[in-house]
């Protein structure tokens, strides 16, 4: 079993819809918890971190379960831009980070 | 310009050929790292290094070899490079001392071919 694994993808939707990604971790001592996002052939980016009391950043809410090693990102109002791979990513004691493989998603006109 | 940069950009080489992947950052941050990534497989850690002359093995190091001689900089070399090898090579730095030590900052990539 991955150590962090995130739903398959690809997820393709209309411009305006709402999509939400899932994330598990196996690892209960896992500190902090991101979202990273990677365009076509570049280098991941930050989008957010994400704690254990949920948080929000525009159109975008990051949710953590600790109890059930669950991490989710919600995109509202979705954007032609937003269309990229999103990695959820995870710390282990000592600061290395894991990353899930991916959740593509495609937002259409 | 760019705070971390990685070369070259892109590289095609032979089977059993040496190659070194280099990797520069003005960021000034203490930590570096080396990640690969291949299609469905997410980024994989190969090494890191905390501090000059710091060297530790990540999840999938073997074949690979790093050499951290200044704070800036932090190479990767593949002593005999083998088609598995074959990926997308990304260097990250963070800093421990901002507070947001988990925070990665990753260079463009590395785009390597092994034939």
């Known amino acids: 079993r991955k150590e962090v694994e995130q739903d398959p993808g690809p997820f393709n939707v209309p411009e305006g819809a709402t999509v939400a990604f899932n994330c598990t971790y196996s690892n209960s001592a896992s500190q902090s918890f991101f979202w990273y996002r990677q365009d076509c052939r570049k280098e991941p980016k930050l989008l957010m971190s994400v704690y254990s009391s949920g948080n929000e950043d525009g159109r975008f809410t990051a949710q953590l379960n600790r109890a059930s090693q669950y991490i989710s990102l919600l995109i509202r109002d979705s954007k032609l831009s937003d269309s990229a791979t999103y990695l959820c990513v995870v710390s282990r004691p000592g600061g290395k980070l894991i990353f899930g493989q991916g959740t593509e998603l495609s937002v259409k006109p | 310009d760019a705070d971390v940069t990685q070369t070259p950009r892109n590289r095609i080489t032979k089977t059993g050929k040496r190659i070194m992947l280099e990797c520069s950052q003005t960021?000034?941050?203490?930590?570096m790292y080396w990640y690969r990534q291949d299609p469905g497989l997410g980024l994989r850690l190969i090494y890191y290094?905390?501090?000059?002359?710091?060297?530790n093995k990540g999840e999938i190091s073997d074949g690979y070899s790093v050499s951290r001689q200044a704070q800036a900089k932090f190479s990767l070399s593949l002593e005999s490079a083998i088609p598995n090898q074959t990926a997308l090579y990304f260097c990250a730095t963070s800093d421990l001392t901002s507070g947001r030590g988990n925070e990665q900052f990753f260079g463009p990539g590395t785009r390597l071919t092994v034939l």
């Open positions: 290094s905390f501090d000059v002359k710091d060297i």
């Open positions: 960021k000034g941050h203490d930590r």
